[in-house]
């Protein structure tokens, strides 16, 4: 198991409302990198967060935005959700955004009705 | 035409079977290249990583890499039931995780 954790794990919206997803990094990683991965396709990257500050975005609107706190926790927040944000979306932090250093968490699933 | 082409499967396999997985890419400024596994429920685990062209082997994994072709691979030697996940390839331009194109993944059983 990664020590990379994510809350909650299941979660069901209207198209409409509004989400926030938590993620607590790894111990010692100061960077935390968020994915969408819709079914039976692979993650996309939505954005990362260096030091509480975003460090590279994906193709995805402002609707999507974030945060990193001074302990490297994060937050997704998905604004006027739409059907087709219904995913796992997965956290995965790093030391110093590396891809060798990242782990992922578990993901939350997300229903958006 | 998607950055990164997988096979999604899927594929099924006896225990001990030589399985070998494959993706495709268009951009040729990818340069690292990587394999994840992941299991049902679960994050993505990083298994392979690798840089430019060339093979890379860790116990019963090997990966490939063929620039010239835009095509790389992953080699499972002696498969196992607990192998049975869905593997996905991601690669990238840059060394850093912000700039990660993923396979859409190949399911994979490994049949006792």
């Known amino acids: 198991e990664t020590g990379v954790t994510q809350s909650p794990t299941h979660l069901i919206k209207t198209r409409g409302q509004q989400v926030t997803l938590r993620c607590s990094s790894q111990?010692?990683?100061?960077?935390v990198s968020w994915y969408q991965q819709a079914l039976g396709q692979g993650p996309q990257f939505i954005f990362q967060y260096y030091r509480e500050e975003e460090n590279g975005r994906g193709n995805f609107p402002p609707r999507f935005s974030g945060l990193q706190f001074p302990n490297y926790s994060s937050e997704l927040n998905v604004n006027a959700l739409e059907l087709d944000d219904s995913a796992l979306y997965l956290c995965?932090?790093?030391?110093?955004?590396?891809?060798?250093?990242?782990?992922f968490g578990p993901g939350t699933r997300l229903l958006v009705l | 035409q998607k950055e990164v082409e997988q096979d999604p499967g899927p594929l099924s396999v006896p225990e001990g079977a030589i399985v070998s997985l494959n993706c495709t890419y268009s951009n040729s400024a990818f340069q690292y290249f990587m394999w994840y596994r992941q299991y049902s429920r679960k994050g993505p685990e990083l298994l392979m990583y690798t840089y430019s062209s060339g093979n890379k082997e860790d116990g019963r994994f090997t990966a490939q890499v063929d620039k010239s072709s835009k095509y790389i691979s992953l080699f499972i030697r002696d498969s196992q039931p607990s192998d049975s996940a869905t593997y996905l390839c991601a690669m990238s331009a840059k060394t850093g995780a912000n700039n990660l194109f993923f396979g859409t993944g190949t399911r994979l059983t490994v049949i006792p």
């Open positions: 111990s010692g990683h100061n960077t």
């Open positions: 995965a932090s790093s030391l110093g955004g590396g891809v060798e250093t990242q782990y």
